[in-house]
């Protein structure tokens, strides 16, 4: 297994490097009858696209616009693979040429060298954060099936460079460059991380994804649990470092009376357990959080070695983000949304005619 894929009923396999000709997704296992263009998938990822003019966004600009390469007839699914296919248009590999016989601290360079005897020195080849376009346009198509259901996703950011939000609008999300839901502390948030830009440093921060009207009863225990396979995609994230389902490490330090989550004849009382327990959905909102780190690529000096074992200096400089943040957003998202479409699949049968849209019980035969 080479660990190019992800999930069961609804598999993804993403390909490409960030200094190649191109990236891509394969889908497998989405459903027919699904109406699907290149522009639902387009709206996806404008909003991871680099080179926007953000302030704390690489200079790179890609139009990263996809192609559908297969899986689509007269603009409906057909059920088999879905090809997608997005084209590096302003990769520079040049700038990486003094970085060839380096290793960058925080980068998959020695890892990558120690796995497989070789690594891709244009930038950070497969283990670039340049591959996540390929699973935002896998996250679009996943919210195809989640539409079915009503579920709605939202990804948004809760905390960067030590910047905490105070209050939580969601209606604000698509208003700033943040994804933020405070549009006070977006701005501190900014301006924190661009001092951090100019100083040659990054920074991180905390994105928090929710996930509304979920069904209960999804989750495959035990080694599949639903919070076990979230953590599994939002950690598989280059840049994520942790994962909280709901009170998260705060559980720790409550009490079993504080941490329940009460039950009363019209649902759950408070959310502790992030719409999730014992690995199967609750009907609660799902609720989740990633700590983002910094990005490794800065232009201050640092201590490394080279492929020689020999002790130097490196500023690796370039076109990079000051945060992952924003653009990472949008990624977790697509994770939230693979999980749940995977789980969908493997708990109903879906059937889709010209006229209706039907989901049906795969257990016990009811309509939903």
């Given at each position: 297994?080479?660990?190019?894929?992800?999930?069961?009923?609804f598999?993804?396999t993403?390909?490409?490097?960030?200094?190649?000709?191109?990236?891509?997704?394969?889908?497998d296992?989405?459903?027919?009858?699904?109406?699907?263009s290149a522009?639902?998938?387009?709206?996806?990822?404008d909003?991871?696209r680099?080179?926007?003019?953000g302030?704390?966004e690489?200079?790179r600009k890609?139009?990263d616009?996809v192609e559908?390469?297969?899986?689509i007839?007269?603009?409906l699914?057909?059920?088999?693979?879905?090809?997608?296919?997005?084209?590096?248009?302003d990769?520079?590999?040049?700038s990486y040429?003094h970085l060839?016989?380096?290793f960058?601290?925080g980068h998959?360079?020695?890892?990558?060298?120690?796995?497989?005897g070789?690594?891709?020195?244009?930038?950070g080849?497969?283990?670039s954060?340049?591959?996540?376009?390929?699973?935002?346009?896998?996250?679009?198509i996943?919210?195809?099936?989640?539409?079915?259901?009503?579920?709605?996703?939202?990804?948004y950011?809760?905390?960067?460079?030590?910047?905490?939000i105070?209050?939580?609008?969601?209606?604000?999300i698509e208003?700033?460059?943040?994804?933020c839901?405070?549009?006070e502390?977006?701005?501190?948030?900014?301006?924190?991380?661009?001092e951090?830009r100019?100083?040659g440093?990054?920074v991180?921060?905390?994105?928090?994804?929710?996930a509304?009207?979920?069904?209960?009863?999804?989750?495959?225990?035990?080694?599949d649990?639903?919070?076990?396979?979230?953590?599994?995609?939002l950690?598989s994230?280059g840049?994520?470092?942790?994962?909280e389902?709901g009170?998260?490490?705060?559980?720790?330090?409550?009490?079993?009376s504080?941490?329940?989550?009460?039950i009363?004849p019209?649902?759950?009382?408070s959310?502790n357990?992030?719409g999730?327990l014992?690995g199967?959905?609750n009907?609660?909102?799902i609720?989740?959080?990633?700590?983002?780190?910094p990005?490794p690529?800065?232009?201050l000096?640092?201590?490394?070695?080279?492929?020689?074992g020999?002790?130097?200096?490196?500023?690796?400089?370039g076109r990079?983000?000051?945060?992952a943040i924003?653009?990472?957003?949008p990624v977790?998202?697509?994770?939230m949304q693979?999980?749940?479409?995977?789980?969908l699949l493997?708990?109903?049968?879906?059937?889709?005619t010209?006229?209706?849209?039907?989901?049906?019980?795969?257990i016990?035969?009811?309509?939903?």
């Amino acid at each position: 297994m080479a660990g190019n894929s992800f999930g069961q009923a609804f598999r993804v396999t993403t390909w490409g490097e960030s200094h190649g000709p191109a990236l891509g997704a394969v889908i497998d296992g989405c459903p027919p009858r699904l109406r699907l263009s290149a522009q639902h998938i387009q709206q996806a990822l404008d909003k991871r696209r680099p080179g926007k003019g953000g302030a704390v966004e690489t200079a790179r600009k890609e139009p990263d616009k996809v192609e559908i390469l297969s899986g689509i007839f007269e603009g409906l699914t057909t059920g088999t693979p879905i090809s997608l296919l997005i084209w590096n248009k302003d990769a520079r590999s040049k700038s990486y040429a003094h970085l060839r016989e380096v290793f960058r601290p925080g980068h998959g360079d020695y890892t990558y060298l120690k796995r497989y005897g070789i690594r891709d020195h244009r930038g950070g080849g497969r283990s670039s954060g340049r591959e996540t376009a390929a699973r935002v346009a896998a996250g679009a198509i996943a919210q195809l099936i989640l539409d079915l259901f009503h579920i709605k996703v939202l990804a948004y950011t809760v905390s960067l460079a030590g910047v905490d939000i105070e209050t939580k609008e969601l209606d604000k999300i698509e208003s700033n460059r943040l994804f933020c839901p405070d549009l006070e502390a977006a701005q501190k948030m900014e301006k924190a991380a661009l001092e951090a830009r100019s100083r040659g440093d990054s920074v991180g921060g905390i994105v928090e994804i929710q996930a509304i009207n979920v069904p209960a009863g999804l989750g495959e225990p035990v080694f599949d649990k639903l919070d076990a396979e979230i953590a599994k995609g939002l950690m598989s994230v280059g840049a994520v470092k942790a994962v909280e389902i709901g009170s998260g490490i705060k559980a720790a330090y409550l009490t079993g009376s504080k941490n329940n989550d009460p039950i009363a004849p019209d649902g759950f009382l408070s959310n502790n357990a992030g719409g999730i327990l014992a690995g199967i959905s609750n009907g609660e909102p799902i609720l989740a959080r990633a700590a983002v780190k910094p990005i490794p690529s800065i232009s201050l000096e640092q201590d490394t070695i080279n492929t020689k074992g020999e002790p130097c200096k490196i500023k690796v400089g370039g076109r990079h983000d000051a945060s992952a943040i924003p653009r990472i957003v949008p990624v977790l998202k697509a994770m939230m949304q693979m999980v749940l479409a995977d789980h969908l699949l493997r708990r109903f049968q879906i059937e889709i005619t010209d006229h209706s849209k039907i989901i049906r019980d795969r257990i016990d035969g009811r309509l939903i």
